[in-house]
Nanobody, 116 residues
Framework: QVHLVESGGGLVQTGGSLRLSCAASGSIFSINTMGWYRQAPGKQRELVASITSGGSTNYPDSVKGRFTISRDNAKNTVYLQMNSLKPEDTAVYYC??????????WGQGTQVTVSS
C-alpha cells in the first residue's frame, strides 16, 4: 500500500499561483509514476500532470505552459506548481501514484478555487 497526503490548496485570484505538494509513504517500490488529477463539478476527471521516476513529464494542452510537476525522490514528494491560474482551473485536485499510467493510489484531494 502507498499512502498519499496532499497539501497546498486554497483560494487564489485569477492570474495567481499555488503550489500543491504530495508526500508518499509505504510501499514506494511499487510505484514509478506520480501525478495529479482534477475533478470539477459537472466535468470529467482530468489528468493534469504526471512524472515518472526518471523525470519525464506529461501535460494536457489545457495546462501546458502554466503547470509544472516536479518530484523530490529523496523525500518521496511530488509538487505541482500552478501559475497563471484561471477560474476554469477550479477543482478538487488529487495526487495519484502507480506503475506507468495505472494509478492505483489516490490522495484525499485538495480544493483549489480560482476567483474571477
Amino acid at each position: 500500500q502507498v499512502h498519499l497526503v496532499e497539501s497546498g490548496g486554497g483560494l487564489v485570484q485569477t492570474g495567481g499561483s499555488l503550489r500543491l505538494s504530495c508526500a508518499a509513504s509505504g510501499s514506494i517500490f511499487s510505484i514509478n509514476t506520480m501525478g495529479w488529477y482534477r475533478q470539477a463539478p459537472g466535468k470529467q476527471r482530468e489528468l493534469v500532470a504526471s512524472i515518472t521516476s526518471g523525470g519525464s513529464t506529461n501535460y494536457p494542452d489545457s495546462v501546458k505552459g502554466r503547470f509544472t510537476i516536479s518530484r523530490d525522490n529523496a523525500k518521496n514528494t511530488v509538487y505541482l506548481q500552478m501559475n497563471s491560474l484561471k477560474p476554469e482551473d477550479t477543482a478538487v485536485y488529487y495526487c495519484v501514484a502507480g506503475w506507468d499510467s495505472t494509478y492505483n493510489y489516490w490522495g484525499q484531494g485538495t480544493q483549489v478555487t480560482v476567483s474571477s
